[in-house]
């Protein structure tokens, strides 16, 4: 009598296993990474709750969010806290004013008002100086970051508002370090005729 093997006897030879003669199917890669949100700790008022610090430790502040430029023209450049970063901040602050085709603020105005930013950030004793420059609504936005923690200083206000065709100007400090900026119109500067 004929003894009859189970099915899945591994005894059962059914031959040498041949690689199937196409490439085993995987499927495709993800299109972005996934991420789980992050949540937000809301306190009754909306707002965002911060931690309160524990015994030896500082008190915590909300920073300002980093700065954004959107819907503009935008130029950027990062130099080296150097003597001679004002220089060369001016020469590119000029090129980009004038491929821009603004013909104002003048070439004296708006060397100036860089030289007056980027000093005074050089001055933060940082390793480098980020220049900002964007048009705004007709106007130009210079932006100067420091990039270290030193805290706001007034004194350099009084020189820019000095400086011809500066509409506004201020100085603050972000998570970015200390930012001075000048706002500098691009209008042509009104002729003042003699009262008769």
């Known amino acids: 009598m004929r003894e009859e093997v189970p099915l899945n006897d591994p005894t059962e030879n059914k031959g040498p296993k ?9 499927p495709p890669p993800q299109k972005k990474p ?17 931690p309160l610090p524990g015994p030896g430790q500082a008190p915590l502040e909300a920073r300002r969010p980093r700065m954004a430029v959107r819907n503009r023209r935008v130029s950027n450049w990062v130099l080296s806290a150097e003597p001679w970063a ?31 930013l980027v000093d005074t950030a050089v001055k933060d004793a940082g390793r480098r100086v980020s220049v900002h420059l964007a048009d705004q ?28 065709g ?23 500067p009104r002729s003042r005729t003699p009262a008769v």
């Open 18 to 26: 041949v690689p199937p003669s196409y490439p085993p199917r995987t």
């Open 34 to 50: 996934v991420e789980a949100p992050r949540p937000e700790p809301r306190t009754k008022s909306g707002s965002t709750a911060l």
């Open 86 to 116: 004002a220089g060369k901040a001016v020469r590119y602050v000029t090129q980009a004013v004038r491929g821009w085709e603004y013909s104002h603020p003048r070439d004296g105005c708006l060397e100036e008002t860089v030289r007056l």
């Open 137 to 164: 609504d007709g106007m130009l936005l210079v932006v100067v970051l420091s990039h270290t923690a030193a805290e706001p200083d007034q004194s350099v206000l009084t020189a820019l508002a000095g400086v011809g």
């Open 166 to 188: 500066t509409v506004s100007c201020g100085v603050d400090a972000s998570d970015e370090g200390r930012r001075i900026w000048a706002l500098l119109s691009t209008e042509p």
